[in-house]
């Protein structure tokens, strides 16, 4: 893990020397909510969605494909004046499944100072923020971004935002609600990490306050850097009501929490029709040892994750061409019983390692075609387990 923290860092100070050509010193990049903000408009309108198409290749049995209606988002926002704004996102899934995405209100007290409060992404790594389906390659997202940092992770916090532009950065700084970590089963485990704890903002509850924040340098063209952080402890509805003078019951409760820090590193950079992207995610835990106990799970100490991808879009130097081919490559890793406490022994089939690779046709700016193959193992496999997707998206 240190030597590919320490190859991120070495790719990101070797591009900092050089020139790229895309996107203007002091602009960082933009998700669709951010563009909504900087419209002047009273009503704004917008939107983005996803059609998918996935099927198992195996030489030994027929598989059937799936075909998806992934997600429909329709963003609504509202300038009441040059100062205060909200922004919010409905999401559609699978055609039967409603959410809201994000639902939060904006006060600019000036371009470095902002005040912010809501249903808000947690600023953690790139694609939490930046997942409309235009915005990256391959027909799912990265991995790492399901199991590590569950995307599309979201909680009710209130807090600060900002871009400084004389050095280029811009941070984000919140007091959230946490990880439904206990609500009479455990929610965590070495399966499926941390990605049942979600709340969502759906009558969400909070028994500890968790803090999530990130900076991002966009001084060099062509070239984000970010440093995410969130630290804190799950929530648990053994809490509500209990006795502060009751030792057995706050013990009992003590053991259904988890502790957190996890740490985000991630870059991207483009020159011409180069485009190289790379993430890294560090989750320790602790009081794991109590937890798996209490619930029965197999919670794993330490999780981490990490992908580098290489793109190059191949109609970029073609006069009066808007359009763009990409093919691309992406390898990641990740292990959520990277450690393991108490008697628990870490489960070879947690570790996982996936080769994508395939082509982005974009046919505008802003609605692309997709197709990719996937291969998966873990180190308790043989073999590649492969994936053929395809699909479509477009954002609005």
Known sequence: MKKILLLMIIASATLIGTKAQENEIGEPHLNAAQRMLKTSQGLTIGGYGEVHYNQQLNADTHNNGKLDVHRIVMLLGYNFNEKTQFISELEFEHVKEVYVEQAFIQHKLSNAFQLRGGLMLIPMGIVNEYHEPNTFNGVERPLIDKYIAPTTWREIGAGFTGNILPVSMRYQAYVVGGFNGYDSSGKFSGK?????????GAEAYISSPNFAGRIEYFGIRGL???LSGYFGNTQSTLYDGIDKNDKDALAKADSSVVGMAMIGLDARYTYGGLQLRGQYYHTSLSNTKQY????????????YGYYLEAAYNVFKHLDGVKTGLIPFVRYEAYDTHSKTAGDLLQNNAYDIKAITTGLTLKLTQNAVLKADMQFVKSAADNEYAKTFNAGFGVMF
């Open 192 to 200: 499926n990490g941390l990605r049942k704890g979600r709340q969502k």
């Open 224 to 226: 984000n850097i970010g």
């Open 292 to 303: 798996n106990e209490f619930t029965g799970n197999d919670l794993g100490s330490a999780m």
